[in-house]
Nanobody, 127 residues
Framework: EVQLQASGGGSVQPGGSLRLSCAAS????????IGWFRQAPGKEREGVSF????????TYADSVKGRFTISRDNAKNTVYLQMNSLQPEDTAVYFC????????????????????WGQGTQVTVSS
């Protein structure tokens, strides 16, 4: 059974940092494209960062570029999202998601490309 467990959220002040983890079971993270999405209250879920399976290329939303870093630890079967210089607008529930094993997708930002989702972890940035 494919499972994703997101963790690492919390409350920080503006300028602070958090590292989110997405622990996978039932499949190998290296074989799937892993995405981090977020959803703020009253807003649609949006893509934040992606790590592609075919070439391990990282992609970031313009709003987080230069502040967030996605990475993968194959030994731990876990994908991380290091978030630095956090701002109030980063406040949201963050979800990790995975594609089917070894599937190459073109619609990286579309939620429908990801059949597997973690439960979400809350990130709150406020002073």
């Amino acid at each position: 059974e494919v499972q994703l467990q997101a963790s690492g959220g919390g409350s920080v002040q503006p300028g602070g940092s958090l590292r989110l983890s997405c622990a996978a079971s039932g499949f190998t993270v290296h074989d799937s494209t892993i995405g981090w999405f977020r959803q703020a209250p009253g807003k649609e879920r949006e893509g934040v960062s992606f790590l592609r399976n075919r070439d391990s290329r990282a992609t970031y939303a313009d709003s987080v570029k230069g502040r967030f870093t996605i990475s993968r630890d194959n030994a731990k079967n876990t994908v991380y999202l290091q978030m630095n210089s956090l701002q109030p607008e980063d406040t949201a529930v963050y979800f990790c998601a995975a594609t089917e094993r070894k599937k190459i997708i073109s619609a990286l930002w579309d939620l429908i490309s990801y059949p597997y989702w973690g439960q979400g972890t809350q990130v709150t940035v406020s002073s």
